[in-house]
């Protein structure tokens, strides 16, 4: 019956073992799934934190005026620490939840939305049952209940929808949280916290008229992911935060669809780095600017000591480019500046979707100097101890797991292949307790691409300036297709070993390579146009399914997305 080969499937006894998968599994075809009981409470498991999260819809105040409709998500605690849920301020955002390495936590996901959805913990290593895998979207009106314990170092994790092909909708109109886990190693630092510490996720929206959000999923949209002209901070327009004349700690996320940022100072300040998506480094470490793709974290330490009151200072996103196709970046760049939408990209209704050039530079927050003090902790030389993996620790020295990066006119792919929910192949099979050598690479972009490239968009036009010219430029000059894709894997994080990069593109590169953080561990990486990047990844604990895919979330929707088989 279903409850036991759900049981199985989570503990991967017998079944999973088997040489082919379990039958009931082959016949969930993504789009015809049988519907799956949403998981109860056990009672054998005794929660340290319980929490209710709903996911809903409801009208909040963004640019200032008429409510803007969202879907959100609100939370309850019921039992547990008192901090384990802070609202953020008239945020759309989810409670900030903080939990501690060690505790055993009960979420009850109540879907009170009017279509599926299920919610991921991006980051936290969790049994294949509790990760949100769209396999357990739940309906409407259902209840599906998470048991898991924190295993995760202190670090700020992210939760988000994860149902197939409407996650990006489903983050994009709001669902999405940050989630904040101490553990014992952080807490010896005495690093800034309570008003010192700030959370800083960044996103980026579009509205009309009447302040609603605009998602236009036009091909473009989905193309190159979707792009606002509005960066929200925390849920937010024009964002400032008042501090004082001290150290604090920016726990910054990246919870846009798509955009990437180079974060830099206004001022030049170089940014220190004390921490990544897994957890703090093994020292602090700074960049004269960082890039921070969809689903990465940073931890930063920021110190305004001996900025005088009344003294602001910007936190940016800087020039560069490399991480859409060419000739996009190229034209938003004209575009923006010029604020229309004419010439050659009108008749790709491109400039009309992206009035913010992502390649350009604008400023995301403000931070305002309002009290002088002459107290501030000093940045620890050492921060955490972990062991660095070394390709003797792997099981596959010579033959990496591969992570294909390809991209054709109608689709973007992973290993040659779109989402399939039944599809896991021979190198997708992962034994576990294993640790593995991980290879993703885009090497292939542009090949063959122009003309069809071409043919397809300018069929598509949309837009409402030059439409014809637009068609015409475009179709004339060719377009090289090749785009920077955040790859995310589920499960345990894992530890970037090296990057290369040749050929095509490398001057993209050039402007973002001193801002890749590499140490540390991480469970997003970014990766550019003809670069290959090699990582160590564990796979302990938990067998069963896990994913990886592309944090474009646009991408992700479109089938960029495969399993791995945890067996
Ligand atoms: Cu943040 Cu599989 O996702
Ligand atoms: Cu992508």
């Known amino acids: 019956d279903r409850s036991r080969r759900r049981f199985l499937f989570q503990t991967g006894a017998g079944v999973l073992a088997a040489a082919s998968l379990p039958a009931w599994l082959r016949a969930m075809e993504m789009h015809g799934m049988p519907k799956l009981a949403p998981n109860r409470a056990s009672p054998d498991f ?4 319980e929490i209710e999260l ?18 959100h998500y609100t939370g309850k605690l019921l039992s547990g620490p008192k901090d384990t849920l802070t609202e953020l301020p008239s945020s759309y955002l989810g409670p900030l939840i903080r939990l501690h390495k060690g505790q055993k936590v009960r979420i009850h996901l109540r879907n009170d939305l009017m279509e599926p959805s299920i919610t991921h913990w991006h980051g936290l290593h969790v049994p294949a049952l509790m990760d949100g895998h769209p396999m357990y979207i739940i309906d409407p009106g259902e209840t599906f209940v998470y048991e898991f314990e924190v295993i995760n170092r202190a670090s700020l994790y992210f939760y988000h929808p994860h149902p197939h092909e409407i996650t990006a909708r489903q983050v994009y109109y709001g669902l999405a949280g940050g989630l904040i886990v101490n553990d014992e190693e952080e807490a010896r630092l005495e690093l800034p916290s309570g008003e010192y510490e700030i959370p800083v996720v960044l996103q980026d929206r579009r509205f009309n008229a009447q302040n609603q959000l605009i998602y236009g999923p036009h091909m473009h949209d989905r193309m190159m992911g979707f792009y606002g002209d509005r960066i929200l901070v925390n849920g937010l327009p024009n964002a400032e935060f008042e501090v004082a004349s001290r150290a604090y700690r920016l726990r910054f996320l990246n919870g846009s669809n798509a955009r990437i940022y180079k974060l830099g100072w206004s001022d030049g300040t170089p940014v220190t780095v004390i921490g990544v998506d897994g957890g703090l480094l093994e020292s602090p470490e700074t960049f004269p600017y960082v890039m921070l793709a969809p689903g990465e974290r940073l931890d930063v330490w920021a110190d305004f000591s001996g900025r005088p009151k009344g003294s602001e200072l910007t936190m940016r996103s800087l020039p560069f480019s ?18 229309m939408g004419g010439g050659m990209m009108g008749g790709m209704g491109m400039m009309g979707a992206m009035g913010l050039p992502v390649g350009s530079d604008y400023p995301l927050f403000k931070i305002r100097v309002t009290r002088e003090t002459g107290e501030s902790p000093r940045l620890p030389s050492r921060l955490a ?10 099981a596959n020295p010579g033959k990496p797991v591969p992570i294909a990066i390809s991209e054709s006119p109608m689709a973007m ?22 640790v593995q050598l991980m290879e993703i690479f ?23 300036q030059s439409e014809g010219q637009g068609m015409g430029m475009m179709g ?31 001057d993209g590169y050039a402007t973002v390579k001193e801002g890749l953080v590499s140490s540390g561990w991480k469970d997003t990486v970014l990766v550019m146009p003809g670069e290959t990047v090699r990582m160590i990844k564990p796979f302990h604990h938990f067998r069963g399914v896990f994913m990886y895919h592309c944090h474009n979330l646009e991408h992700e929707d479109m089938g960029m997305m495969r399993d791995f088989l945890i067996e």
């Not at 060419?326 to 604020?339: D, F, I, L, P, S």
């Not at 792919?413 to 294993?434: H, K, M, V, W």
């Not at 885009?442 to 409402?464: F, N």
């Open 385 to 394: 101890k972990f062991d660095r993996y070394t390709l003797d620790d792997v």
């Open 54 to 71: 709903a996911a809903r819809q409801g009208a909040i105040s963004i640019p200032p005026g008429q409510l803007t409709r969202v879907q």
């Open 46 to 49: 005794k929660p340290d934190v």
């Open 476 to 506: 004339g000059m060719g377009m090289m297709f090749s785009m920077a894709h955040p790859i995310h894997l589920h499960g345990d994080q894992f530890q970037v070993i090296s990057r290369t990069v040749s050929g095509q593109r490398a």
């Open 413 to 434: 792919l992973l290993n040659g292949r779109s989402y399939a929910f039944n599809d896991i192949q021979p190198f997708e099979r992962i034994p576990i307790d294993t």
């Open 442 to 464: 885009h090497t292939h972009g542009g090949h063959g691409m122009r003309g069809r490239m071409m043919g397809m968009m300018g069929g598509r036009g949309s837009g409402d």
């Open 322 to 339: 490399g991480v859409l196709p060419m000739m996009a970046e190229h034209m938003m760049g004209r575009g923006g500046r010029r604020g």
